[in-house]
């Protein structure tokens, strides 16, 4: 069993930064690749970004590369989404989920809002 926790949303202006962070429960957490995901307002879930067990490989869709990097510290437990360059088109609930592609492990989510 593994539990997901994200943290690190808040309002910040559009071109600001944020750093999200998804903390994990779990001894197999090192073992799977992990996902971020968001859903804005009245629309679906979309993919953002992944990145492997080992940390070395990474996808990013279309939309966020180039403004946002995934990593991860296995020591800790734990995968950041990195968010610069922020557009108002961004705003949305971020989740982190695990493993694909079935992604059984969810979190809660957190709420990010970018102001034009």
């Known amino acids: 069993q593994v539990q997901l926790v994200e943290s690190g949303g808040g309002l910040v202006q559009a071109g600001g930064s944020l750093r999200l962070s998804c903390a994990a429960s779990?001894?197999?957490?090192?073992?799977?690749?992990v996902g971020w995901f968001r859903q804005a307002p009245g629309k679906g879930r979309e993919f953002v970004a992944a990145?492997?067990?080992?940390?070395?490989?990474?996808h990013y869709a279309d939309s966020v590369k180039g403004r946002f990097t995934i990593s991860r510290d296995n020591a800790k437990n734990t995968v950041y989404l990195q968010m610069n360059s922020l557009k108002p088109e961004d705003t949305a609930v971020y989740y982190c989920?695990?493993?694909?592609?079935?992604?059984?492990?969810w979190g809660q989510g957190t709420q990010v809002t970018v102001s034009s």
């Open positions: 779990g001894r197999t957490f090192s073992n799977y690749t």
């Open positions: 989920a695990a493993p694909p592609p079935e992604y059984h492990y």
């Open positions: 990145i492997s067990w080992s940390g070395g490989s990474t």
